[in-house]
């Protein structure tokens, strides 16, 4: 029973430190996002005030109040990885439909961002494999329209709109993450009072 107790006690320590290094990776690609986003609209000379429709491209089950711990951290895994596929298709799209062959700051800050995000994809697995105890299963990407347009201003668009996705999805990862630790005491302290309530019971 003590060697459960302590196994608990080592996870939620695990799963608070592996958070805080989650937020602060997310807080890092929210500020690389940014300015991607910025040297994007000068490299198409997009305005300043620029902007697009909202309407989400990663598809994921609505917020709730009713989830738990577990699939708040499912649902933003699964939304990051969909960010990850639409990131790198639309990477190979602009190579092979706009590119160049210069490697100047905005291909650097692009990869950055790639990067980050996936470091960001590996702590989130990392704090589910805690949180539940079991290895990550891989969220399916069925439905998730990563071919993009074919007409060069709708790909320019197109290209855009998952950079918002990624910077959208950064800013959740955040809010989830810095408000994870407080929950997970929050449910160490009710386990217990959970246990003694149904032992009463019996």
Same mark, same amino acid.
């Given at each position: 029973?003590?060697?459960?107790?302590?196994?608990?006690?080592?996870?939620?320590?695990?799963?608070?430190?592996?958070? @805080?290094?989650? @937020?602060?990776?997310?807080?890092? +690609?929210?500020?690389?996002?940014?300015?991607?986003?910025? $040297?994007?609209?000068?490299?198409?000379?997009?305005?300043?005030?620029?902007?697009?429709?909202?309407?989400?491209?990663?598809?994921?089950?609505?917020?709730?109040?009713?989830?738990?711990?577990?699939?708040?951290? =499912?649902?933003?895994?699964? @939304?990051?990885?969909?960010?990850?596929?639409?990131?790198?298709?639309? %990477?190979?799209?602009?190579?092979?439909? +706009?590119? *160049?062959?210069?490697?100047?700051?905005?291909?650097?800050?692009?990869?950055?961002?790639? *990067?980050?995000?996936?470091?960001? +994809?590996?702590?989130?697995?990392?704090? $589910?494999?805690?949180? *539940?105890?079991?290895?990550?299963?891989?969220?399916? $990407?069925?439905?998730?329209?990563?071919?993009?347009?074919?007409?060069?201003?709708?790909?320019?668009? =197109?290209?855009?709109?998952?950079?918002?996705?990624?910077?959208? =999805?950064?800013?959740?990862? %955040?809010?989830?993450?810095?408000? $994870?630790?407080?929950?997970?005491?929050?449910?160490?302290?009710? @386990?217990?009072?959970?246990?003694?309530?149904?032992?009463?019971?019996?």
């Amino acid at each position: 029973m003590a060697a459960r107790r302590t196994r608990r006690m080592i996870g939620s320590d695990v799963s608070r430190t592996t958070a @805080a290094r989650a @937020a602060a990776i997310a807080e890092q +690609l929210r500020y690389e996002c940014s300015i991607l986003l910025e $040297l994007y609209k000068k490299r198409e000379s997009f305005s300043a005030d620029f902007s697009v429709a909202d309407g989400r491209l990663v598809s994921v089950p609505p917020p709730s109040s009713q989830l738990d711990t577990r699939d708040k951290l =499912w649902r933003l895994h699964s @939304a990051l990885l969909q960010c990850r596929s639409l990131l790198e298709r639309a %990477i190979n799209k602009e190579e092979a439909e +706009l590119g *160049d062959g210069r490697k100047a700051d905005y291909e650097t800050q692009r990869k950055k961002v790639k *990067d980050r995000l996936s470091l960001l +994809l590996i702590n989130t697995g990392e704090l $589910l494999k805690a949180v *539940d105890g079991t290895a990550v299963p891989t969220p399916s $990407l069925d439905g998730l329209e990563i071919d993009g347009p074919t007409v060069l201003f709708e790909l320019k668009l =197109w290209v855009y709109r998952i950079y918002k996705e990624v910077d959208y =999805w950064t800013k959740t990862a %955040i809010t989830t993450l810095q408000a $994870l630790p407080s929950v997970l005491a929050k449910e160490r302290v009710m @386990a217990p009072r959970l246990r003694s309530t149904r032992s009463a019971r019996r």
